[in-house]
């Protein structure tokens, strides 16, 4: 009876030998043949592999990922973009925009201070002026003082 039943366990506890590899990088096959230079003896055996001979081959092979295989791999993954990306491009976008209403912000406040800059500046101007105005009067009366008692 335990016999009878220890296949079945193992059946449901483990999965199939497919699965196991499912997420692993499989390497692509690699052509038998990147490219004939003369058409000579071709060769077809039983299990319906080309075979050419050697010498008809070129001298430079491409690696098996160029070509067709990028192009189509490219047009793919540019077709479907993860979602991930498009929430870090929003996000990104956000930041930028919110940088720059803190930009904008930024020197709004920087003319205002500049405004109250000027504003103060116009306001120690008129006060130096009535300082200077205040000592000339200062020195009228001192000159006044000095005629009046003769002191020189």
Do not use: C, Y
């Not at 692509?28 to 050697?54: A, D, G, K, W, Y």
Request: net charge negative; aromatic share 4%; hydrophobic share 30%.
């Amino acid at each position: 009876m335990e016999k009878s039943i220890s296949p079945t366990a193992r059946q449901i506890v483990s999965p199939p030998r497919d699965l196991l590899h499912e997420s692993s990088v499989r390497p692509l096959p690699e052509p038998l043949v990147s490219s004939i230079q003369e058409t000579s003896e071709i060769s077809i055996h039983e299990s319906s592999e080309i075979s050419i001979p050697e010498s008809s081959l070129s001298q430079t092979e491409e690696p098996p990922t160029s070509g067709l295989i990028q192009k189509s791999l490219l047009n793919k993954t540019s077709n479907k973009t993860p979602s991930w990306i498009k929430q870090f491009e929003e996000f990104k976008n956000e930041q930028l925009k919110s940088a720059r209403e803190n930009a904008k912000q930024l020197n709004d406040r920087l003319d205002k201070l500049e405004k109250r800059e000027e504003a103060m500046l116009k306001t120690q101007e008129e006060l130096v002026k009535k300082l200077e105005d205040a000592n000339n009067i200062e020195l009228q009366k001192l000159d006044v003082f000095k005629k009046m008692f003769n002191i020189d």
